[in-house]
Structure formats: structure tokens, C-alpha cells
């Protein structure tokens, strides 16, 4: 943990005051004033993070952001006068490197994507739980501190293709990820996200994966061969205790009670994208659904703080 992260998590904890610069700092974008100020009084009460600017409409919002450059922006898809996409346009344009987190009453599989395409790190359907709402974006800043390209042309996704924007197929992964419950937080849910990617791009890359893919993508986020195979084991293994074994069985065809290996859960889902994805299958189960909090993290939650 970088020594930022390190100050905020002693500020969450109660422990030693935190000044306004150590602070996480946060633009909120929602059409409901009340609940922005709501919003507001959430992200502020554990004294790590200070809500640098309000707007109620995407214009104004995108204004703020270029003024207050905060570390989060969290948008509601429907704004006034501009919406929540056309601010993640903006940005993308402008290349602002920042987490954003789309918070929407829609919860639409096409809205999902296209956030995701334009460049979200995250989406939540309302109601949201406060907590959780705090929880992602802790995690989310701290992952984003840790394994950003030290690129002066990436923009929110730690690792992006020349374009500087996810390809189509990226985003695919991202959606079965996320179904299967591998949150993005986490630093496998990026391993095997380009792990997959490559291996659809090249299927040479699965022969030998210890001496070759491992390395490759230590490359690329700046770490070690063996921490990218322990998160990618540690995100299959959250997938299992989540939805991953019922995804798995729907794009394998075949059900397994022990959780598959790295090469094969990388394999298998490199496959099915490589055969065209999307598929929708005999049992009813798969329709390029895309996850969103409502329907695993927040379903299991009992205090929700806003509505």
C-alpha cells in the first residue's frame, strides 16, 4: 500500500485526523439535489474523502471535473441538459485519468456496456448500500494507484490498447467477469480479463503459460510472474464461491465441481470468445447478461441508505 492509501486508511479507521489534501477527493453528478446532499454526507462521514463538487446536470458536471481534477467522479446516466455518457465522452476525449463510477436507477444490460465501453470503472443500480458505495471506492482507487501504466495516455482502466479505449472484446470479458462475481477491484479480475484477450488473439500464448503468459502480463502491470498467477487463482477461486461454477458450466458445456485450474478457466473462456461469444444456450441461462450491484452484492445486503 502506497503511503497515501496508507494515511486514509488510518483517517477511515478513526485513527489520526486526515488534512483536505490527504482526502479522497470526489464529484458527484445526480439530478436529485436531496440526493446529492444524501450522497454527500455519505462519503464524507468517515473523514477519508471530501466531495469536492455538485451539479445536477452533465454540463456543469463535466466543468467541475476539469476545474477540481478529483481522484473519483461518481455520475447518474440521466442528467439534466447532458447525461452521464456524454461526461464519460468527455473525459475520454480529454483523456482524465480519474475513477468513475456510473450510479443509475436503469438497470440495463446495453447502458452497462456502454458505460464500461466509454471508459467506467464500475456500475451500480439504485438503491445502493452505502457502505458497499465506500467499500469500491477505496478499492478502486487503491487498485488504480498500484497498477496504472505510468502512461500519460491512458484514461481510467489500468490497462488499455492503443486506442486508449476498451475494444469490443474487452468488454465481453468484462461482462462474463462480472457475472461470474469477480469484482473489479481485485487485481486478477485485470489478469485474466488480458489474459483471455491474448489467448483469443493467439493461442501459441497457452503453451507454456508459466514461462510465457505469466511474464507477459508482469510486464505490463509492473509486477511479478507469480503475483499475476496467485490473483488470477484468488479470482477464480472468488468466482466459485460466487456464480462462476453456472457460467462456467454455460460456456464449457459441462459442469465441474472442483474449480479449474488457471490455464483452464483462461482456456476455456479465450474458446468460447474466440467462437463468437454471446451465446444463448438450451437451459435459459446465458444471455450476455451484464452484472450489476443489485444483483449479487446489494440483493445479499439488509440497510440500503438510498433509494
Known amino acids: 500500500m502506497d503511503v497515501a492509501s496508507q494515511k486514509r486508511s488510518k483517517g477511515k479507521n478513526g485513527g489520526s ?3 483536505e489534501q490527504e482526502k479522497i477527493r470526489v464529484v458527484i453528478a445526480d439530478r436529485d439535489m436531496f440526493y446529492l446532499q444524501k450522497l454527500k454526507l455519505c462519503l464524507e462521514r468517515k473523514g477519508d474523502m471530501t466531495v469536492v463538487g455538485m451539479a445536477d446536470n452533465g454540463a456543469a458536471a463535466f466543468r467541475m471535473i476539469l476545474e477540481t481534477k478529483p481522484e473519483v467522479v461518481l455520475l447518474d446516466a440521466i442528467l439534466g441538459e447532458k447525461d452521464g455518457v456524454w ?13 468513475c463510477i456510473m450510479i443509475s436507477a436503469i438497470d440495463s444490460d446495453a447502458l452497462v456496456r456502454r458505460a464500461i465501453a466509454m471508459g ?44 486508449h ?21 481485485i487485481k486478477g479480475y485485470h489478469f485474466i480479463r488480458r489474459a483471455v484477450f491474448m489467448a483469443v488473439e493467439n493461442r501459441e500464448v497457452m503453451v507454456g503459460i508459466t514461462k510465457g503468459l505469466y511474464p507477459d502480463i508482469a510486464r505490463m502491470y509492473h ?45 476455456i473462456l479465450a474458446e468460447y470468445f474466440r467462437m463468437g461469444g454471446r451465446r444463448k444456450f ?7 447478461p451484464v452484472h450489476t450491484e443489485t444483483q449479487a452484492e446489494v440483493g445479499e445486503k439488509k440497510v440500503i441508505l438510498f433509494s
Open 165 to 185: 479505449q476498451m475494444s469490443a472484446l474487452e468488454v465481453d470479458i468484462s461482462a462474463i467477469l462480472s457475472r461470474m462475481g469477480i469484482p473489479a477491484s
Open 282 to 288: 438450451s437451459t435459459g441461462g446465458y444471455q450476455d
Open 223 to 267: 509486477t511479478t510472474a507469480s503475483k499475476v498467477e496467485r490473483a488470477i487463482r484468488h479470482a477464480v477461486e472468488h468466482a466459485w464461491k460466487k456464480n462462476g461454477r453456472q457460467v462456467y458450466f454455460e460456456i464449457s458445456g459441462y459442469f465441474m465441481t472442483e474449480k479449474p485450474t488457471n490455464g483452464q478457466f483462461i482456456a
Open 17 to 19: 485526523m486526515m488534512n
Open 120 to 163: 467506467a470503472d464500475y456500475y451500480m443500480a439504485k438503491p445502493i448500500q452505502g457502505e458497499l458505495l465506500l467499500e469500491r471506492i477505496r478499492q478502486l482507487t487503491e487498485v488504480r494507484t498500484v497498477y496504472m501504466e505510468p502512461s500519460p495516455g491512458n484514461f481510467i482502466q489500468p490497462l488499455q490498447n492503443n486506442q
Open 87 to 99: 461526461v464519460l465522452e468527455n473525459m475520454k476525449q480529454q483523456q482524465i485519468q480519474c475513477v
